[in-house]
């Protein structure tokens, strides 16, 4: 039965939230751990797991998982060989899309250009709320996600 339980936390705990973005993205910033408290273990959802869907331009798709300060987090997307989508992953913050367009490109972030995949692998900073953003810059399709976390 907790089992069951822990299941049904972690389905629930995946968000999935479509935005557009308003402007196009630069490059991502490296991330470190500082300022890091120990948080308990309640509440923390460890999910790891695939998922696909359809962008096209100028859209984009959040992830949201609470996070323990320290986590390893890597990300794969697999994009079109004729798209270019960009990968990120942000603190909270609202409005979401707006942090963006105002030149912070969060932890890190991957842009590597059309029909390339993107990758992700750094360290949260601090316990909280993360989202990974999946923006479709030029092009659209199907991509496939990737995500799993270390602590």
Known sequence: MK???????IVLG?????????APYGGGVPAYAS?????????WIDWSGRDSDYLSAGHGIYYRFDLR????VIISLSVPFFADFDLFLI?????YENRLDSGD??????????????????????SGTYF?????????????ISIK???
Request: with cysteine; proline share 7%.
């Open 3 to 9: 089992r069951l339980i822990l299941l049904a936390v």
């Open 35 to 43: 300022n890091c408290y120990q948080a308990s273990p309640d509440g």
């Open 14 to 22: 995946l968000s999935v939230l479509g935005v557009a973005p308003n």
């Open 69 to 72: 300060c320290n986590t390893r």
């Open 91 to 95: 603190e909270d913050t609202w409005p």
């Open 149 to 151: 976390f270390d602590w």
């Open 105 to 126: 490109r969060g932890i890190c972030s991957s842009r590597r250009g059309t029909g390339s995949n993107e990758y992700i692998d750094c360290r949260v900073p601090d």
């Open 132 to 144: 990974i953003y999946v923006a479709a810059y030029s092009g659209s399709g199907p991509y496939n």
